[in-house]
């Protein structure tokens, strides 16, 4: 059986009477550019989707009861046979405590800033969201003068200008 993305379910063979009445999704053609993105986000999300899960000690199951999916949904997802929308994918994000832009960071290649998506600065940002919501600034100041031991940068002298 496969729950497709109205939760409905059905059976294999409906699948692919379904799939043979509307013919392929191109035909005659090459992927528009469009699609070829379409397709490369889908994938990324899939691969980033499934690290983050793993990463978090979570199972897929899990994972569905959490957002409040149907199971499955996020197996499908992983394994390319469901579309993730824009809705459950901002209560994944939320559930496993990544920026929505994690999903799909280093799809499109920045020229101007080709570190922008690095694995150092994926965690760098999450590491910012995460310092920006400590209420206390004596937490803030003693994790910033930690960061700038372990890295052997000096502290900035408050005299001195900046250019």
């Known amino acids: 059986m496969v729950t497709p993305n109205n939760g409905t379910a059905m059976s294999d063979e ?8 509307k013919g392929p999704k191109t035909p005659g053609r090459v992927a528009t550019a469009d699609q070829a ?5 889908n994938a990324q999300l899939a691969k980033r989707l499934a690290e983050a899960r793993e990463t978090s000690g979570l199972g ?5 009861l959490l957002i409040g999916a149907t199971p ?5 997802i992983e394994d390319g046979e469901h579309v993730c929308s824009a809705a459950a994918l901002f209560q994944i994000a ?3 405590g990544r920026p929505g832009s994690y999903f799909f ?3 499109i290649d920045d020229d101007d800033n ?3 998506d690095t694995p150092d600065m994926i965690k760098a940002r999450e590491f910012a969201e995460a310092f920006i919501t400590l209420e206390n600034p004596s937490h803030r100041k003693a994790i910033l003068e930690f960061v ?3 890295s052997q940068r000096p502290t900035p002298d408050p005299k001195t200008p900046k250019n």
């Open 14 to 21: 409906h699948q692919k009477s379904t799939q043979a009445k």
């Open 148 to 150: 700038r031991a372990m």
């Open 105 to 107: 960071a280093g799809l």
């Open 94 to 96: 939320r559930v496993l």
């Open 114 to 116: 080709p570190a922008a």
């Open 37 to 41: 993105l379409e397709a490369k986000a």
């Open 72 to 76: 499955g949904t996020i197996q499908g």
């Open 60 to 64: 897929a199951c899990e994972l569905d």
